[in-house]
């Protein structure tokens, strides 16, 4: 039976909504944990308007900064299980449950804004340094449900298109602005130019794509940059998007190090992984432009004087990836042994990752949330 159900029910007859929202990364986290749940999920999508945070500041419970002739319809009957990440769904999770005479249970993935004990569980990474509660559990990387097995479909499209590109596949996957890390066409022009010597001196070729957050002064001085073999997707051209056959076959994987959702996805894959730091190393960020912009600005802001559990640091993801052996730096100092590296991987077996183990973990933790023994 269903914990808090008045009536008893199956597994088969529980019902899951799933919020989801603009971020990708987020949709794809709520998703994975759905699908691997097993149960019947309706998806719910939520489009927030421009002035959201304020409702949610002011109001908590509220769908008023959500544009609901825009959203998926919200009304009974009320699920058993919301899934949601994001602070743009949490008013509307919070919403459901008060609806549904507080029988819902929420399940929020990432760092919420609202306090703990509004959600039955919480599932998050190292970036968002959340204490070590009853309702909160840990994971190393970020949830998905990718693996090359059910890539193949895509990377089957991409293939012959391939052929003609030397091995090993080197998949440079490109990212944007988050946080403290902002992406420049200085560090694009750098990147691009290690990215050219590792494919050179691994004698394979460059497969490079980049994402609705890459800039476009970035983006095209990254491409000046590639002088070795290689083909270079650019975010909304004609052509699709070769995301995830890339993933399923490269050989190795060189992301910039901002993306968490691109760093596990890769990690997934079994195939080494050098991350590229999109930081600054000189502590004086005030003789930056750059760092004037409003996301590293309000990031700089949050992390001195915002509370602890609103704080985000992606380097911790990254670090947790190269003290574990799982992913490598790509600095000049690094891209020979980078360069050998993925010239011995084709044809090599594939190093299983932990994120199925920690997906698998956290699904179990909520059938125990819902369907206690």
């Excluded at 825009?70 to 602070?87: C, M, N, Q, Y």
Aim: overall charge neutral; some cysteine.
């Amino acid at each position: 039976a269903i914990f808090g159900a008045d009536v008893p029910v199956t597994e088969e007859q529980i019902t899951v909504w799933c919020l989801l929202g603009k971020k990708a990364g987020d949709n794809t986290q709520v998703l994975a944990l759905a699908e691997e749940l097993g149960w019947t999920y309706e998806v719910k999508h939520v489009s927030a308007r421009p002035w959201e945070l304020l409702p949610h500041l002011c109001l908590g419970v509220t769908l008023a900064g959500i544009d609901r002739g825009a959203s998926s319809p919200l009304e009974a009957p009320w699920p058993d299980l919301v899934i949601t990440a994001g602070r743009r769904n949490e008013p509307v999770a919070r919403w459901i449950k008060r609806q549904s005479g507080g029988r819902t249970r929420l399940v929020h993935l990432g760092r919420p804004w609202a306090n703990f004990p509004e959600w039955d569980l919480i599932v998050t990474t190292p970036q968002y340094f959340l204490p070590r509660l009853s309702n909160v559990r840990h994971n190393t990387l970020p949830l998905h449900r990718l693996s090359p097995d059910q890539l193949e479909p895509e990377a089957a499209a991409l293939r012959d298109s391939l052929a003609d590109l030397p091995r090993p596949w080197i998949a440079v996957l490109l990212g944007g602005d988050s946080g403290k890390f902002v992406f420049t066409p200085g560090k694009a022009a750098r990147l691009g130019a290690l990215c050219s010597r590792m494919a050179r001196e691994s004698g394979g070729s460059l497969l490079v794509t980049d994402s609705p957050r890459t800039p476009t002064g970035p983006g095209d001085a990254l491409a000046q940059q590639l002088r070795a073999p290689h083909s270079y997707h650019r975010w909304g051209s004609p052509e699709p998007n070769p995301y995830r056959g890339l993933l399923a076959l490269a050989d190795a994987f060189v992301v910039t190090g901002e993306s968490m959702s691109m760093l596990g996805e890769a990690a997934a894959m079994g195939r080494p992984l050098f991350i590229f730091d999109l930081g600054d190393r000189d502590g004086r960020w005030w003789a930056r432009p750059h760092d004037w912009g409003y996301k590293p600005l309000s990031h700089r802001v949050a992390m001195r004087w915002g509370p602890p559990r609103m704080r985000r640091d992606i380097g911790r993801i990254q670090d947790a990836l190269v003290d574990s052996g799982r992913a490598d730096w790509l600095s000049e100092r690094t891209v020979t042994a980078a360069a050998e590296k993925a010239a011995a991987t084709p044809g090599s077996e594939r190093v299983p990752g932990s994120t199925e183990t920690e997906l698998a973990q956290s699904a179990e933790a909520v059938r125990q949330l819902v369907t206690p023994r």
